[in-house]
């Protein structure tokens, strides 16, 4: 079975912290994304890799960096938290692009306060 | 431009009732669909997929989707609803024309009654 692992299901993190999230994948993905999950608005894709040290935005990528060292791992990066940053964070992972469906880790739920 | 509208915010139905959950899309080519649930406090999990074939898919936990191009949905359906299915489904399209974008609707959340 294909696993996704985040590295906290929960986190609270203080107004100007920097905040790493990670995300493991066991099953030699080249895709790896970071979503992040709203009441109401579903999922918005913040970062997506598609390779080793590949990234490219998504659809609201402000305030938020990414890295992807190796292949398995991807770290998002909060540079300096906000409140406005509260929320569920998902991590997936997936084949190449094509009929791939997408792997899900359990999510992080971060506190900003 | 791409999207995906569910139009149900939230659903309540008996169990043992029959169920079904609405996808509209909106895409260019023809997409790849995928329906996937969410538990509380949990990631996505996928129930079913289409590609390409049989319009109608089977997918786990008793679930099935029809494509109807025509329409432009991908309705997720299962005959007996059980007290477990309780919780919120995400419809998506993606993984085609070059892009390795996945779109979700906003989800409908599915309550149980006993």
């Known amino acids: 079975d294909v696993k996704v692992t985040q590295s906290s299901r929960y986190l609270v993190k203080r107004t100007g912290e920097k905040v790493f999230l990670e995300c493991v994948q066991d099953?030699?993905?080249?895709?790896m994304f970071w979503y992040r999950q709203d009441p109401g608005l579903g999922l918005r894709l913040i970062y997506f890799s598609y390779d080793v040290k590949m990234k490219e935005k998504g659809d609201i990528p402000e305030g938020y960096s990414v890295s992807r060292e190796k292949k398995e791992r991807f770290s998002l990066i909060l540079e300096s938290a906000s409140t406005n940053q509260t929320s569920m964070y998902l991590c997936a992972s997936s084949r190449t692009f094509g009929p791939y469906e997408q792997y899900f880790g359990p999510g992080t739920r971060l506190t900003v306060t | 431009a791409q999207s995906v509208t569910q139009p149900d915010i939230h659903i309540t139905v008996s169990e043992g009732a029959s169920l079904e959950l609405r996808c509209n899309y909106s895409y260019g080519a023809t997409p790849y669909l995928f329906w996937y649930v969410q538990s509380p406090g949990q990631g996505l999990q996928l129930l079913l997929k289409y590609f390409s074939g049989d319009t109608l898919v089977q997918g786990i936990k008793g679930f099935e989707a029809e494509f109807k191009r025509s329409q432009s949905s991908f309705n997720l359906r299962k005959p007996s609803v059980h007290w477990s299915d309780a919780a919120e489904y995400f419809c998506?399209?993606?993984?085609?024309?070059?892009?390795?974008?996945?779109?979700f609707g906003t989800g409908t959340r599915l309550k149980v009654l006993a």
């Open positions: 998506a399209v993606g993984g085609t024309s070059g892009t390795y974008k996945y779109i």
């Open positions: 099953m030699d993905h080249e895709n």
